[in-house]
């Protein structure tokens, strides 16, 4: 297990084998070095000196008495691989019997393992005979499809050896011969490819006599059982190292086997009926049975020629006796001994499809009973059932048209010239839109509604919600006229609008099914439409006022090309950059519907909710007003004007949009000018502290008295080191005195309050880490007038100041720190308290010493 060298291998012997026969001898190397491909020599000894045969590199190898038998290739060299060669002898003879030596020559750096190795080949006679039946009949066999048959040959071996025999039975119905059945030699049976169902069954059997025969028995054969049969028998003889090796093998053809196939035809290829005919096929059964046999019949009906029986309808059947099932417009009849036929009177559309037919050969049995051998059925035949069409033309006309937008539009739909119907046909209509485009653009149609069989109303993707809405109407209103009505017309209206008619035949079954679709030409729905126009003036009905007077505007509208307009205005703002209530600068006010209802809008000013009014004066004018103007109210006021024209079933459509002209809003005031800032004392603390924050308001220009300003006073926070997020309302104080804070998730908490009359302070108790970040106060100035009206100044925002809160590292640790020191302290002392009384009580154990004389030591001197 643990060297490593060159190992040399032939097969265990001896290696038995038939005179005659071709041999080939393997001989592998091993766990070499040098070159991948090896060399190999071989000699052959019948009694103790070896005869040189031939070599893999030396051409001149070869002994004297073998190099004709070399030559001629009788004796020849094979190369598997680089590493192994077969010695091939041809036609073996019994002087070839004995040792035979492969030899390697060395390549190896260092010689280790053995460089050839022997192997004893004996030659024994050849003793296995193959023979088939001597019945002259068996050499050729014409059959039916379904009958049965029995091949028989005879193997025997007279070999002094102990070999086993393989039986193999083929047929060769092409170039190669298959497989059917065989005995192995180690006496299985194995079925060949695509044979093992039918030897499961029973159908294909192999059975041994007396006389050493081997007999085949086929059942059930069909037309790919004919062919050419031969029995292939091998001899083969177990080796010395228990394996099973093929020594001769030889065969001989028993018969040639013709099975005529059974066919089932239908005597029509593709049938065109008309309604209300009649159908006739033929199922012709081609056999050459000339025994007594009877045949089965079924039709089947499929809407495709790709069903199978099972997905197929049965239409009528007749089995082995001639009894036919029970059918009212179908029969079956035997027309004579191999031909049936299938009758179908009064055909409907719905008989449009494929027919087929089944067949299958019953025989009987010596017992009386009857024995199914064959079944096949028919390629399907192809039958159109064409429908008898009614004659008719179809007139489209509009009965009323539009002129303006909203009006309404009729279509009606006659059927005209109405021939060759009958009392079982039926009419109905499908109305259809097309989109005209400028150009040769062509656009499909779209489908409004349709009407099914029974006349009922299927809407399409275009009209189902108009017509759910009732703004589409369709109508019969007599037996040969359709309507389609539209109550109001819109622009995405116009186009061409056609029908189309169908007719529908009833059935046997009394269903309805359409024969025919005719349609209208097409007719165009379209009115000439002109631009809207609207014009929107505002004026300012007071040249000048002052704050707290009452500012007051009027809008004019007048429009162009619109069908009794209504209007709808909105007043509009624009603030100064200063404001911040609107991101965009624009602010809408109070609104007027055109149904007259008034509505604010973002005037969110509680103390002013009646301040401002918007009211209709005429038809096409409007007036607002905005009581106690603030000096906050400066800016640019706008009527936003929407005007509507009437729609259907009264709802109103808007038609277009004006923007009039800006009437501004400016105060001239020479009022005291306000500054706000932030100062904290400690803008650094510990958790758990107080910190201060002022909010202080400084005043330029006119001085003013305590008691005729005041303030709305809010503070914010941001949450960063930068002002990159949204700021949090902490608390606010109006200038009324009353209080409010924001929601808080922490355990801190505020106060605000007035510390003098421009100075206001924000207290936040027991700092947390959250309660870090910038924070700034927004400022609302309020001041009364001369007319002791309070006016509100624009919004002052502070300067930002950063609160920073830190932690108090001692009073952190100093109780956990206490409260560890302590605790170690007692586990100790408990530990010794432990460990002394068990020294003392529990682990106590008295030694008994033997008692030692004492002697003096002897001093280093004397020794």
């Known amino acids: 297990a643990f060297c490593r060298g060159r190992i040399v291998r032939v097969p265990k012997g001896p290696l038995i084998r038939v005179v005659g026969t071709e041999v080939a001898i393997p001989c592998s190397v091993s766990d070499y070095d040098g070159p991948s491909e090896q060399n190999f020599d071989w000699e052959f000894s019948r009694d103790t000196d070896f005869v040189r045969i031939v070599s893999t590199w030396d051409s001149t190898f070869t002994s004297e008495e073998y190099q004709k038998r070399v030559g001629r290739g009788d004796i020849k060299l094979r190369r598997s691989s680089n590493d192994a060669v077969e010695l091939v002898i041809r036609n073996i003879q019994p002087a070839d019997q004995g040792r035979y030596k492969c030899s390697t020559p060395s390549t190896d750096a260092t010689v280790q393992g053995n460089y050839d190795a022997e192997v004893q080949v004996k030659v024994i006679s050849d003793g296995l005979s193959v023979s088939g039946s001597k019945a002259r009949s068996s050499a050729s066999l014409r059959l039916s499809e379904g009958d049965s048959f029995k091949l028989r040959c005879s193997a025997t071996t007279t070999s002094p050896e102990h070999t086993h025999l393989h039986v193999t039975w083929q047929v060769k119905s092409g170039s190669s011969w298959r497989d059917i059945l065989s005995l192995t030699h180690e006496g299985k049976f194995q079925p060949g490819p695509g044979y093992e169902e039918r030897y499961r069954s029973g159908d294909i059997r192999l059975d041994t006599g007396a006389n050493d025969t081997y007999r085949l028995s086929v059942s059930q054969a069909s037309s790919a059982d004919s062919g050419a049969y031969r029995c292939l028998v091998s001899e083969w003889v177990r080796g010395a190292d228990g394996s099973w090796q093929k020594i001769q093998e030889k065969s001989v053809e028993i018969a040639t086997v013709s099975i005529q196939r059974t066919d089932v035809v239908i005597s029509t290829s593709n049938v065109s009926v008309t309604e209300r005919d009649s159908l006739d096929l033929t199922c012709n059964i081609t056999t050459d049975r000339s025994g007594i046999f009877q045949a089965e019949v079924m039709w089947y009906f499929s809407a495709s020629p790709d069903d199978t029986l099972s997905d197929a309808q049965l239409l009528l059947s007749m089995d082995h006796d001639s009894v036919v099932s029970d059918s009212t417009l179908i029969s079956l009849s035997h027309v004579d001994r191999n031909s049936y036929r299938l009758l179908v009177r009064d055909v409907d559309v719905e008989d449009s499809g494929y027919y087929f037919c089944e067949a299958a050969i019953w025989v009987p049995l010596h017992n009386g009973s009857w024995h199914k051998v064959v079944e096949r059925t028919s390629a399907p035949v192809s039958v159109v059932v064409t429908a008898l069409e009614p004659d008719y033309d179809v007139f489209l006309n509009a009965s009323k048209t539009p002129k303006f937008s909203d009006d309404p539009t009729e279509l009606n739909c006659r059927i005209t010239n109405v021939q060759d119907t009958e009392a079982n046909i039926r009419f109905t209509v499908s109305w259809y839109y097309r989109q005209r485009l400028p150009g040769d653009d062509v656009v499909p149609e779209e489908l409004l509604a349709s009407m099914d069989a029974d006349w009922a109303l299927l809407p399409g993707d275009r009209g189902r919600e108009r017509i759910q809405n009732g703004e589409i109407i369709l109508s019969k209103k007599s037996a040969d006229t359709f309507s389609l009505r539209i109550q109001w017309t819109s622009e995405s209206d116009r186009g061409d ?120 004066v005429q038809e096409n004018e409007f007036r607002y007003r905005m009581y106690q103007t603030q000096i906050s109210d400066a800016g640019l006021y706008r009527c936003v004007v929407t005007a509507w024209s009437p729609g259907g079933g009264g709802m109103w459509r808007e038609a277009v949009n004006g923007l009039s002209n800006p009437i501004q809003i400016d105060f001239q005031t020479s009022g005291p000018v306000f500054n706000v800032s932030v100062h904290s004392d400690s803008p650094t603390i510990y958790q758990g502290e107080v910190a201060d924050l002022l909010c202080i308001v400084t005043m330029e220009g006119m001085p003013l008295e305590p008691d005729d300003m005041s303030f709305d006073v809010s503070w914010f926070a941001v949450r960063s080191f930068a002002l990159d997020r949204e700021p949090v309302l902490l608390a606010s104080l109006d200038r009324r005195g009353i209080v409010t804070q924001g929601r808080r998730n922490g355990s801190s908490e505020l106060s605000l309050e007035r510390i003098s009359p421009l100075e206001f302070r924000l207290r936040v108790h027991g700092c947390e880490d959250h309660d870090f970040g910038n924070h700034y106060c927004l400022v609302t100035p309020w001041v009364r007038s001369a007319t002791g009206v309070w006016q509100r100044e624009p919004d002052i925002r502070a300067k930002p100041i950063f609160l920073s809160v830190k932690m108090d590292v001692l009073n952190a640790f100093k109780y956990p720190l206490l409260i560890g020191i302590g605790l170690a302290t007692a586990i100790g002392l408990l530990s010794c308290l432990i460990g002394y009384c068990s020294s003392r009580w529990c682990c106590k154990k008295e030694v008994q010493e033997t008692r030692r004389e004492r002697r003096r030591l002897m001093s280093m001197e004397m020794d």
């Open 497 to 616: 609008y056609f029908c189309v008619i169908s007719a529908w035949s009833r059935h046997r079954n009394n269903s309805w099914v359409k024969s025919k679709d005719v349609a209208s030409a097409s007719v165009n729905i379209f009115w000439a439409t002109q631009d809207y126009t609207l014009t929107v003036e505002a004026v300012k009905l007071k040249p000048f006022f002052v704050a707290g007077h009452t500012f007051e505007m009027t809008c004019k509208v007048s429009s162009k090309n619109i069908k009794t307009p209504r209007y709808s205005v909105l007043i509009t703002a624009e603030k100064p950059l200063t404001d911040q209530s609107s991101p965009n600068g624009t602010t809408r006010i109070i609104s007027l519907n055109q149904d007259s209802v008034v509505r604010l809008e973002d005037w969110t000013d509680q103390t002013r909710v009646d301040g401002v009014v918007l009211e209709k």
